[in-house]
């Protein structure tokens, strides 16, 4: 069996200690949460969490079923990353030592669709969205100059069309 990885999308109660217990929960299973995001969600008592992991296919389906177990999860899935949106943000602080450094940054960000969100004599703040793909590729880039901070979200995931995490139940 072969690892690969996997999103899992989960709806939650919005109660203190929630993604404690799920992250534990991971723990104890022994796997590695390679991101995570938890936000709201259109319902005001409701929490998104997005968890990404490596593993094979019969241990990430145990997961899931020891996942449903728990008393303030509402719905669990395995996304289809084929037939799913997924987007990651990342700030990237990039030393910039001179003009023409500033310069190659600046383009960077535009080639990158990403936006300048702070300027100081030392340093530019990119903010960059997109696959986990598209942000690994412009931390490389940035690397070229020097990174001086990096922030990432994890991934957020939706699946695409009019199917929602609740109505993608897994079969088996």
Same mark, same amino acid.
Request: hydrophobic share 40%; no cysteine; charged share 30%.
């Given at each position: 069996?072969?690892?690969? /990885?996997?999103?899992?999308?989960?709806?939650?109660? *919005?109660? +203190?200690?929630? !993604?404690?217990? &799920?992250?534990?929960?991971?723990?104890?299973?022994?796997?590695?949460?390679?991101?995570?995001? =938890? #936000? =709201? /969600?259109?319902?005001?008592?409701?929490?998104?969490?997005?968890?990404?992991?490596? #593993? *094979?296919?019969? $241990?990430?389906?145990?997961?899931?079923?020891?996942?449903?177990?728990?008393?303030?999860?509402?719905?669990?899935?395995?996304?289809?990353?084929?037939? =799913?949106?997924?987007? %990651?943000? =990342? !700030?990237?602080?990039?030393?910039?030592?001179? /003009?023409?450094?500033?310069?190659?940054?600046?383009?960077?960000?535009?080639?990158?669709?990403?936006?300048?969100?702070?300027?100081?004599?030392?340093?530019? &703040?990119?903010?960059?969205?997109?696959? $986990?793909?598209?942000?690994?590729?412009?931390?490389?880039?940035?690397? $070229?100059? #020097?990174?001086? %901070?990096?922030?990432? /979200?994890? &991934?957020?995931?939706?699946?695409?069309? +009019?199917?929602? !995490?609740?109505?993608?139940?897994?079969?088996?």
């Amino acid at each position: 069996m072969s690892k690969q /990885t996997f999103v899992v999308g989960m709806i939650v109660d *919005d109660k +203190p200690g929630v !993604l404690h217990r &799920i992250s534990n929960m991971f723990r104890r299973r022994n796997f590695n949460i390679e991101s995570i995001s =938890a #936000g =709201a /969600t259109e319902q005001r008592d409701l929490v998104r969490i997005t968890i990404t992991v490596a #593993g *094979d296919e019969t $241990t990430v389906r145990q997961l899931l079923r020891q996942s449903e177990k728990l008393l303030d999860v509402v719905h669990v899935n395995v996304l289809d990353q084929e037939k =799913a949106v997924l987007r %990651e943000m =990342a !700030l990237v602080k990039i030393a910039t030592a001179d /003009t023409k450094t500033r310069s190659d940054v600046m383009n960077w960000a535009s080639i990158f669709r990403g936006q300048i969100v702070d300027v100081s004599p030392e340093s530019v &703040i990119v903010e960059v969205t997109g696959t $986990t793909e598209k942000i690994e590729a412009f931390v490389e880039m940035a690397k $070229t100059v #020097g990174i001086r %901070e990096l922030a990432r /979200t994890g &991934i957020a995931a939706l699946q695409r069309g +009019p199917k929602t !995490l609740d109505s993608e139940k897994e079969a088996g």
